[in-house]
């Protein structure tokens, strides 16, 4: 859960209400011009858990996602976290405390201005190496944890407010090159807090070879001026379900990657088989410090970690998580012991022209 | 007995050829629509396999496919795609396709 208790947004529960119901207030003005193009709700909602030195902590968690196209080139769409953790009160006391969190992730317009051209503007997801905007939602990564270099590169709070420029400039059969480029003014505003910062990120793909390498470049441009970097390479083998994700990430202070590989055999009856369900997943992770400033999120001592992770795709949608995780570093080793249950809904925000 | 002959064969090459003629006119529509058919079939199923290719390449890389949703909202999902993968306009096209054969 690290990138959601990294989050430094406040837990103002009575202003996200008002945001979420401003967000619902635009969608309900979309008009679905096209049959196809009725609003929809998508998301997670799950009971996940967590073991550490002996502690398990219970997190109750829906993470809605709404979208609504407006015309022909226009998509609003927001994501949101509600979030409940129970964990033991400690000092031999029993009993659970219990915190919440509610909260905007994003909150954005999108603007299609051309085939290769999409303008973005509002609190966005800043587009810094992968993780941040593809494996974030909860109904989609593998691990319930973010790796433990996540915060590099997204000037505290992972979101910016501001604008994107990004698309894809040369889509060809055998290779693809897209971008973006992102600025991120500073606000205090509770629900939309951001860092002054601006960055980008250049990817390119190879179809055939399903191999995409990019590089992410980012500065934060308030306090003490800082340059993140960050490079990925993910690999698909073509007709396999095997994928091979990696990041590394580079700050002022510290650095470090992360290696993810999962699973699924097709020799059984294929994907939809009860063995073709199981996911084996394992996880390599490091990080470096490079000088004693810890102001960047990253362990405070130079860090190892393995997880090895077993998930299973059911049917309707729901996935079972879990996971063993073993961290060494000179400030002491741990184990970390997860568990979790996912449900991905998806549906029509109502009813819409047939 | 001669015109008579000569008749007949004008008769019977007159019936042929407006037999023939009516033929021809009611063949020619129906090859023309058998052959746009067969376009727009060949068509359809070319965008259907680049639009299984934009899936595979695109949206399966980080997800699995969501089991079954309204087609009402196969619009929006794909220009939520288009953004979030960055897909360019001709993919986004092939990938509604894909959705709604």
Sequence with gaps: MSHMTSNSKSRSSARSIICLVFAMGVFATAHSGFAQQTPLISGGAGLLTDTNNGNTTYYPIIEPLLAAPIGKKVLVESRAALLESFSPKGAGQAGYDHSHFIGLTFLQGDYLATPNLTFVGGEFLIPFNTYNERLTPIWIGNYQDAPLIFPLGLLSSSSGLGGVVRGNAISRNRYSINYNYFYSTRSGTEQFTSHRGTGGRVGLYLPEQRLEAGFSFDRLLQGTHENFYGAHVWWEPKDTAFRLRSEFGRGQHAEGYWVEADYRTLAFGGLDSIIGRIEPVLRIQQTFRLDTIVSDGLPPANTQRVDLGLDYNSPHNIRILTSYSRQFSSTGNHNVWETGIVYHFLFPAWKGKE | ?101
């Design chain 2, 1 to 101: 007995m001669t015109s008579k002959y000569w008749l007949f064969v004008f008769l019977v090459l007159a019936s042929v050829s407006v037999l023939a003629l009516a033929a021809q006119k009611s063949d020619a529509p129906v090859t023309a629509s058998t052959t746009k058919t067969f376009v727009a079939a060949k068509r359809s199923l070319k965008q259907q396999d680049e639009g299984q290719r934009v899936f595979q390449q695109n949206c399966s890389r980080c997800h699995a496919s969501p089991e079954g949703f309204s087609p009402r909202i196969s619009g929006t999902i794909v220009r939520h795609m288009r953004v979030r993968a960055s897909l360019s306009q001709h993919e986004e096209e092939a990938l509604l396709h894909f959705f709604n054969p």
